[in-house]
T-cell receptor, first 109, second 115 residues
Framework: KQEVTQIPAALSVPEGENLVLNCSFTDSAIYNLQWFRQDPGKGLTSLLLIQSSQREQTSGRLNASLDKSSGRSTLYIAASQPGDSATYLCGAGANNLFFGTGTRLTVIP | EAGVTQFPSHSVIEKGQTVTLRCDPISGHDNLYWYRRVMGKEIKFLLHFVKESKQDESGMPNNRFLAERTGGTYSTLKVQPAELEDSGVYFC?????????????FGPGTRLTVL
């Protein structure tokens, strides 16, 4: 059974800092890994999708990488802003997604 | 383009009552998923529809949960009778083409509280 772990559980950084969020998964037989952000009381907003044949995806200040063989993905956020404060979730799967419990990010102005 | 919508946003019911949650996927999305997050836990898969057919319902917790997607458009998830442990946030997601290569788009969720 797929298990997804996200480290750290919480992270607080000053504005402007670059940061990395980590996601690990136990079963490498995945088709997709997707990163989301969730604001309090809201749904999940898709940030980046990495298909199993890809190594990374970029969108603006965000870059996500995938290493299937080691069961790891990272989300890199450059020049963090207070608006980036949210909980970040990764979902990995071959069909449905398995989720970690997320990393709660706070960017301090 | 409208995103995934869910109704109601909140529902508070007594134990033993029935509740029906509704999800409207993005227009044209054949794949529809239900997920649930109970307090303090990770989001977990419940089931997957391809059009009106149940592709995978391995995550459904028990037979008190019934999901339908008549006509392959919107879906409903009925809980009957509701128990305290059913409390949580129920999310719906949809994808466009082949499920294994498509980005999942999530709705805002329905927060269910069973008293």
């Amino acid at each position: 059974k797929q298990e997804v772990t996200q480290i750290p559980a919480a992270l607080s950084v000053p504005e402007g800092e670059n940061l990395v969020l980590n996601c690990s998964f136990t079963d490498s037989a995945i088709y997709n890994l997707q990163w989301f952000r969730q604001d309090p009381g809201k749904g999940l907003t898709s940030l980046l999708l990495i298909q199993s044949s890809q190594r990374e995806q970029t969108s603006g200040r965000l870059n996500a990488s995938l290493d299937k063989s080691s069961g790891r993905s990272t989300l890199y956020i450059a020049a963090s802003q207070p608006g980036d404060s949210a909980t970040y979730l990764c979902g990995a799967g071959a069909n449905n997604l398995f989720f970690g419990t997320g990393t709660r990010l706070t960017v301090i102005p | 383009e409208a995103g995934v919508t869910q109704f109601p946003s909140h529902s508070v019911i007594e134990k033993g009552q029935t509740v029906t949650l509704r999800c409207d996927p993005i227009s044209g999305h054949d794949n529809l998923y239900w997920y649930r997050r109970v307090m303090g836990k990770e989001i977990k898969f419940l089931l997957h529809f391809v059009k009106e057919s149940k592709q995978d319902e391995s995550g459904m917790p028990n037979n008190r949960f019934l999901a339908e997607r008549t006509g392959g458009t919107y879906s409903t998830l009925k809980v009957q009778p509701a128990e305290l442990e059913d409390s949580g946030v129920y999310f719906c997601a949809s994808t466009q083409t082949s499920w294994y290569t498509s980005e999942q788009f999530f709705g805002p969720g329905t927060r269910l509280t069973v008293l």
